[in-house]
């Protein structure tokens, strides 16, 4: 693969961490200079926030000094900018000076040449700009990272957004990919996380997700997905795709109106909750890792639209994730585990999810997991927040052998944007009070036999039915509207007198007079809790219909 080759040339590269350290290995010059630049521009930034702090400058200097560093993400090119994007959406990390200069990157970035755009539309069309479009705009709309935006109007009528990529991506790319692997190794020692060699596994996966966001086709396919996936979901807004204009570097989709999510005053004057895009915005990336496995990692405000309709639009799909199935479930289940405050349980999904090797000895973890997360829970879920479990977990991971698996670190970065992007809707969110009701109502009501199965070893603990666990569940289900009691009870019951459910049937009567008493007190919380959602002659009689299903079913066998 030839790295220095032009774009037409480099459309079907693959990122391969040892072809490009060994073309970089035979051009040391190159790497020189780029870490050279890279040294400078930031060593001359640190030296005048310095000085600005000797001087006390610091209050009258902070907006040329915010400004000063969107310059230098921007001259460095599109991996430092990726970074910049990233800390815009965290207005808890960052001071609000930096941060909304920082936003600025995620659509206002210096476009290029409106010639060099249309020759590469033309090329890649193989058609005339007049022949492809009715109208565009003479200028972008936006420019981004690794491309810009004109607004189109199709010979068919359709308005249309069409993103164009910038020339010569890959050389620059490949080369900051080459550096930041180099990095790692050196800076990974000092880091206060016990990662190892898993740094340079993250930026290669960093790397695989940027070399695919550098292809429109491949974004074409991602975006038709995820469309798939949340077809008939009346919050979940995601474009067309008009593949006659697309290419591997042109991308024609579908125009969204609305409002970016940093937008606050056009979402406010559009009568639009803030409350109700952040339930969305959260539920939809719950949905994507939980029940899609196909995810978006990089939902920045420049990536999301809030519609005149209340619907969630996404525009961007070029860095995308899946997660296999039983990754789902061991992510549901460690969740309901941290509400429940089972360690043990939540150091074993930590080694199925390969955040602890299967030879880890979890017996001494345990301990450490109840302090750090008991502490960054606290009293109700409504003091944690993701960051608070990212702060304490790094001191975790210094003292006890975690490595973060490559693909989580896409996660964790999805998560973090998102919880960022609510912050800035609203500075006293917390997100686990839109994801704990969510998940606790995909265990309550998921029918697949492996969420069941999950189900089933959340509810009990050595052999014990937990009471207490499946009231805190329903509780806690409850404070999700989309949550309907009565046809999960349905379920429930159909399940209970089902050939599947004999072992479900058997510890529920154990449990019921376990420790030689009729567990009366724990029912009658349940029934109080339950009771006001429900029908009881309905639910009896769909226990009556099924019951009678069971015994025609036993007598047919």
């Given amino acids: 693969m030839n790295y220095s080759s032009s774009d037409v040339q480099t459309r079907d590269a693959q990122y391969n961490a040892n072809v490009i350290a060994q073309y970089y290995r035979y051009r040391p010059w190159l790497a020189i200079f780029r870490s050279l630049k890279i040294i400078i521009y930031f060593g001359v930034f640190i030296i005048q926030l310095t000085l600005d702090k000797w001087f006390k400058q610091e209050e009258k200097n902070k907006l040329k000094r915010a400004e000063k560093l969107r310059k230098i993400l921007t001259k460095l090119g599109p991996t430092f900018i990726k970074v910049g994007q990233a800390l815009s959406t965290r207005p808890d990390l960052i001071r609000k000076d930096f941060l909304e200069e920082l936003i600025k990157l995620q ?275 409504g003091d944690f927040n993701f960051k608070t479990i990212t702060d304490d977990f790094s001191e975790l991971m210094y003292e006890y052998p975690f490595r973060v698996p490559a693909k989580f670190a896409l996660i964790i970065r999805s998560l973090v944007t998102q919880e960022g992007l609510a912050l800035s809707l609203n500075p006293d969110f917390r997100i686990v009070e839109v994801s704990f009701p969510y998940v606790s109502r995909r265990l309550l009501t998921e029918e697949s036999p492996a969420m069941r199965k999950r189900l089933i070893e959340v509810l009990f603990k050595n052999d014990k039915f937990q009471w207490e666990r499946l009231e805190n569940m329903i509780a806690i289900a409850q404070s999700d509207r989309q949550f309907d009691l009565l046809p999960t009870a349905t379920l429930g019951i159909q399940f209970l007198v089902s050939e599947e459910g004999d072992y479900l049937r058997r510890q529920l009567i154990t449990a019921l007079i376990e420790d030689d008493r009729l567990h009366t007190k724990e029912v009658q919380r349940l029934w109080t809790l339950i009771q006001p959602e429900l029908n009881p002659q309905k639910l009896f009689d769909v226990a009556l219909q099924a019951i009678k299903q069971f015994s025609q079913d036993l007598v047919a066998s």
Avoid at 154 to 174: D, F, M, W, Y
Avoid at 217 to 229: L, V
Avoid at 339 to 356: E, H
Wanted: with cysteine.
């Fill in 107 to 381: 659509d206002q970035l210096p476009p290029f040449d409106n010639e060099i755009a249309f020759e590469i539309i033309e090329r890649e069309l193989d058609l005339k700009i007049k022949e492809a479009y009715r109208e565009i705009s003479s200028n972008p709309i936006a420019a981004a990272s690794l491309g810009q935006v004109y607004k189109a109007v199709l010979h068919t009528g359709e308005e249309v957004a069409v993103k164009v990529q910038r020339p010569n991506l890959l050389p620059v790319i490949s080369l900051d990919l080459y550096l930041m692997r180099l990095a790692s190794s050196w800076v990974a020692p000092f880091l206060p996380l016990n990662l190892g060699h898993d740094l340079g596994l993250i930026v290669d996966e960093f790397g695989i997700k940027l070399f695919e966001e550098i292809d429109y086709i491949n974004e074409g396919r991602n975006a038709e997905k995820f469309a798939t996936n949340f077809l008939g979901d009346k919050e979940v807004k995601v474009p067309c795709i008009y593949w006659h204009y697309t290419s591997h570097h042109v991308l024609t989709l579908e125009w969204i109106n609305g409002y970016k999510l940093n937008d606050l005053d056009g979402i406010q004057a559009a009568g639009l909750d803030f409350s109700e895009i952040i339930r969305i915005g959260v539920t939809s990336g719950l949905k994507q890792l939980l029940e899609h496995g196909f995810f978006h990692a990089d939902p920045h405000p420049g990536n999301l639209f809030a519609m005149a309709d209340g619907r969630m639009a996404y525009i961007d799909f070029g860095m995308m994730d899946q997660l296999a199935e039983d990754t789902k479930e061991t992510i549901a289940s460690s969740v309901v585990q941290l509400i429940n405050r089972d360690y043990t349980a939540l150091a074993k999904d930590f080694v199925n999810l390969g955040f602890l090797t299967p030879e880890t000895d979890i017996t001494p973890i345990i301990p450490a997991l109840e302090k750090v997360l008991g502490s960054a829970i606290g009293q109700s879920v």
